[in-house]
């Protein structure tokens, strides 16, 4: 979700006039304080009984001088407390990827809500939730969690059980949520380390973790050789450091190394899934031992799962210690009944094959959008699409890997984007440039954020 920019390189302070952009942004950050008054006032008035007047720490770190207060959400939009309208494609960063109160879901979970919330005892929601994560990921078994981040937490514990090794492998620039062993980086010298927002590492992360680039075989192989490592937890495509693809190949190669040297593969598709209704593992044939996927199953209820093939399914049954509730798998509302309620009618209704069909020709929409504004205003930038999700990036040609993509990366810049947008009715993603479509977004929400686009980049360049 969050990454932190490295300096900029010279391309990207090349891009705009830095004097400009300082003043573009105060004359936008004055216009936003201005229009949000009840914002203003509800955040100074949180900052008395939450952390820096928020309920969870990165809700401060928006573009804007306070955060919105958010009075209601429907489908692809939302109103703040000031009364403004927004176009929403941040979505939740995907947790709202379904739209905001998708019908099916709301009436699924009230039902659920007068039949007990949480009974420690399956229901039969249960089951079609399973059954249908199967014919989406063609994995048969499956285990549910609350959210992505335990998902893989019990995954990389089951495949260091199953094979007794200790090391994890992560690509360079990676986010599966706050699993300790994935908030690893590389040094300028390609050691281990801690990435700079890793609080409190329990252990030096060079003892649990190998990191190898994005796309980069040669270092995947070398990581592997020893053949030491658990699991290889991937996204398929990056997607929390912008975009970034693999190149063709890639995934052929990871995946007869993993077989080759025995090591665990388990896909995280919690992003990826914006590729389609079986994310980038079903559209492009990947053949992953265990599967991760959590946010926008649930429609915004939480929600998280992990599957695995027969094979694993019989390495784990064999090693599960006596009582595995307690040995750090699992949770009191794990595969809680409301949360499986909100899966089953979120896949089977609200992001269905008919919803993708929908979706991913507004991201080409979006995308071409972006780019004639690109091409128009000669900025030397490029748009990158997965599916039903798309990004801009302050360089002119796709990034190869993690590190390259951050070195272009332009805090200053992308702030004054995020902001004026805002302050025209449009919400992007925080921290990088992405736009996710949801079943309920429309071509003319599309449209409003090229034109919006096209006005603040013009202002930058003009
Ligand atoms: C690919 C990926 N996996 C896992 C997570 C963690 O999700 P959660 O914060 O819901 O646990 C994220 C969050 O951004 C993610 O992008």
């Known amino acids: 979700m969050v990454r932190q920019a490295g300096p900029l390189s010279s391309a990207a302070m090349n891009t705009v006039e830095r004097d400009k952009l300082a003043r573009l942004t105060a004359a936008e950050l004055d216009r936003f304080a201005r229009a949000h008054p009840r914002s203003g006032k509800l955040h100074e008035q949180a900052k008395a009984s939450l952390l820096d007047g928020v309920p969870m720490n990165w809700m401060s770190e928006w573009a804007s001088p306070f955060p919105l207060f958010v009075a209601e959400a429907s489908g692809a939009s939302f ?83 199953i094979t007794g090794r200790s090391k994890i492998l992560v690509h360079d620039e990676c986010y599966h949520g706050s699993v300790d062993e994935t908030l690893a980086t590389l040094d300028a010298d390609g050691r281990v380390i801690a990435t700079d927002l890793n609080i409190g590492p329990p252990v030096d992360p060079a003892l649990t973790t190998r990191v190898v680039p994005f796309n980069d075989v040669d270092a995947l192989e070398r990581a592997l050789a020893d053949e030491d490592v658990a699991a290889v937890l991937v996204e398929p495509a990056l997607t929390n450091v912008g975009i970034v693809l693999p190149e063709p190949g890639y995934h052929r190669a990871l995946r007869d190394l993993t077989r080759r040297t025995e090591t665990v593969l388990i896909i995280d598709e ?43 399914a019989a390495r784990v049954r064999a090693s599960l210690p006596p009582r595995a509730d307690v040995g750090g798998i699992g949770g009191t509302l794990a595969g809680y009944a409301l949360s499986l309620a909100a899966i089953r009618a979120t896949l089977g209704e609200v992001l269905t094959a008919e919803a993708f069909d929908r979706m991913i020709p507004l991201a080409e929409r979006w995308e071409a ?19 039903a999700r798309a990004e801009y990036h302050f360089r002119p040609t796709p990034p190869r890997n993690g590190a390259e993509q951050m070195a272009d990366a ?31 977004t429309t071509a003319t929400d599309v449209d409003r954020h090229t034109a919006v686009f096209d006005e603040v980049v013009a202002a930058l360049v003009g």
Request: with cysteine; net charge neutral.
């Open 79 to 161: 109103r703040c407390v000031d009364g403004h309208d927004y176009v929403d494609f941040c979505l939740g960063d995907t947790g709202a990827m379904a739209g905001h109160g998708p019908a099916p879901t709301l009436a699924a979970v009230e039902r659920q809500m007068h039949r007990g919330i949480t009974h420690m005892l399956p229901t039969e929601d249960a089951i079609a939730a399973g059954e249908e994560l199967g014919r989406r990921f063609g994995l048969p078994l499956w285990q549910f969690t609350l959210t992505a981040t335990d998902a893989n937490r019990f995954s990389v514990r089951l495949a260091r059980r």
């Open 270 to 312: 919690t992003h990826t899934i914006c590729a389609g209704p079986g994310g980038m593992t079903a559209r492009d044939g990947l053949e992953p031992d265990m599967l991760v996927i959590g946010k926008t199953i649930g429609g915004g209820i939480p929600a998280g799962t992990y599957g695995m093939t027969e094979a694993i």
């Open 369 to 387: 959008g972006v780019n004639d504004v690109i091409r128009s205003h000669g900025v030397p930038w490029h748009v990158t699409r997965l599916g």
């Open 410 to 440: 332009d805090p200053p810049l992308a702030r004054y984007l995020h902001l004026a947008a805002m302050n025209r009715g449009v919400l992007m993603t925080p921290f990088h440039n992405m736009a996710l479509m949801s079943p309920a």
